[in-house]
Every structure is written in structure tokens, then in C-alpha cells.
T-cell receptor, first 111, second 114 residues
Framework: NAGVTQTPKFQVLKTGQSMTLQCAQDMNHNSMYWYRQDPGMGLRLIYYSASEGTTDKGEVPNGYNVSRLNKREFSLRLESAAPSQTSVYFC??????????FGPGTRLTVL | LAKTTQPISMDSYEGQEVNITCSHNNIATNDYITWYQQFPSQGPRFIIQGYKTKVTNEVASLFIPADRKSSTLSLPRVSLSDTAVYYCLVGDGRTGGGADGLTFGKGTHLIIQP
């Protein structure tokens, strides 16, 4: 099992560009999450999906959209990237919200 | 949503036992306590979870007093590789994916010295 995979690992964007971060899990988990982590900070929840077909906002959803494509995949889209969105993005999945498995992260820089 | 408070940083030496305490004064009846470990440039990794009293696994022990307003993560005989950030989370694990219990905070930066 690969666990949780994320692509790409690194990305540099210019202000105003769009991109989609991909996440997939092979553990048959119902729930999936997107977090961002800024330097020296903890993780902040952007969006989560409790089950296939549902998504809900987390603490910092502005500037992002998500799609729960199927049970395995949960993508995060930046429609118009801003420098404030420079961060490390982590995807996670779980059966229950308190035991999550995390991917390796995507390091995004917006110039 | 139960809020947690942890020390910002701690340091210790190889071979010592390290205890990291987390305060969660407004923990709810259905809430579980979960600890994660994060190394630089990696995602957090689940360490241990408990509801009350004591839980032990191959990595750590978790002590929870009767009032459940705090918890202590105990790492026995630490090594240099235990240097990491440790997060305490409180939430209802039965919600199956709700946002409750998904606030990581800044965690405790544990530094182990030789």
C-alpha cells in the first residue's frame, strides 16, 4: 500500500496562476482532508470531506476549492494564486477524524 | 471545540524519559485525546490515542487523569531521533470526519541532546 500520495512535490507559481494539487489514498478511508502549514506554525484545516460526495470548509477555506472525485481522490484547487498562499500543503485521510494518515506534502511558492 | 495548550518547546537528553503535558479544560464527554509527531519536511504521524486512564503502545504512553482536563504523553528512553514537534488534539473520534478535533495548534518542539 502506498498510503496517501500527493502530486506535485514542489511547485512555483506566479501570482494569478491557477493549479490543482492532487491527493489519493489506497486505504479505503471515508474521510479526507487538506491542510496548510506555514513556517513555524501548526497545521490549519482548509477543507475536508467526510465521505464521497461531501465537502466542508475548515478554518482557512478562502482562495481554495476542492473536489472529492471519488473515494480515493481529493483535489485542492487554487483559482488565482496569491503570495499569501505560499505554504506546505498536506493531504490526509482517515476512518475517524482523530487518527489521520498524512501524505508527504506539496511545497508551493507563489511569486 | 476543545482548545488545547502545550509548552512551546522542551529539551532533554538521550536515554531520559520525557513527559509532555497538554491542557484541555473544556474537553467534552465524547472527546478523545490524540497525539501526533512531526519531523521536518514530513507530514504528522499518529502516535497514540486515549479516552481515560492510561494507554500504552510500542512507542509511547498516554496518561489521562480522572477529570480528563489534561493529558501527558510519555516517551521512554528518548533518542536523538525523537527530536520533533508533538501535537495534542482533542475531538470526537466517532464523528468519522467532521472538523471537530482537527486543530493542531503550534505543538511542542522537543529537542533531544546527546
Amino acid at each position: 500500500n502506498a498510503g496517501v500520495t500527493q502530486t506535485p512535490k514542489f511547485q512555483v507559481l506566479k501570482t494569478g496562476q491557477s493549479m490543482t494539487l492532487q491527493c489519493a489514498q489506497d486505504m479505503n478511508h471515508n474521510s479526507m482532508y487538506w491542510y496548510r502549514q506555514d513556517p513555524g506554525m501548526g497545521l490549519r484545516l482548509i477543507y475536508y470531506s467526510a465521505s464521497e460526495g461531501t465537502t466542508d470548509k475548515g478554518e482557512v477555506p478562502n482562495g481554495y476549492n476542492v473536489s472529492r472525485l471519488n473515494k480515493r481522490e481529493f483535489s485542492l484547487r487554487l483559482e488565482s494564486a496569491a503570495p499569501s498562499q505560499t505554504s506546505v500543503y498536506f493531504c490526509a485521510s482517515s476512518w475517524a477524524s482523530n487518527e489521520q494518515f498524512f501524505g508527504p506534502g506539496t511545497r508551493l511558492t507563489v511569486l | 471545540l476543545a482548545k488545547t495548550t502545550q509548552p512551546i518547546s522542551m529539551d532533554s537528553y538521550e536515554g531520559q524519559e520525557v513527559n509532555i503535558t497538554c491542557s484541555h479544560n473544556n474537553i467534552a464527554t465524547n472527546d478523545y485525546i490524540t497525539w501526533y509527531q512531526q519531523f521536518p519536511s514530513q507530514g504528522p504521524r499518529f502516535i497514540i490515542q486515549g479516552y481515560k486512564t492510561k494507554v500504552t503502545n510500542e512507542v509511547a504512553s498516554l496518561f489521562i487523569p480522572a477529570d480528563r482536563k489534561s493529558s501527558t504523553l510519555s516517551l521512554p528512553r528518548v533518542s536523538l531521533s525523537d527530536t520533533a514537534v508533538y501535537y495534542c488534539l482533542v475531538g470526537d473520534g466517532r464523528t468519522g470526519g467532521g472538523a471537530d478535533g482537527l486543530t493542531f495548534g503550534k505543538g511542542t518542539h522537543l529537542i533531544i541532546q546527546p
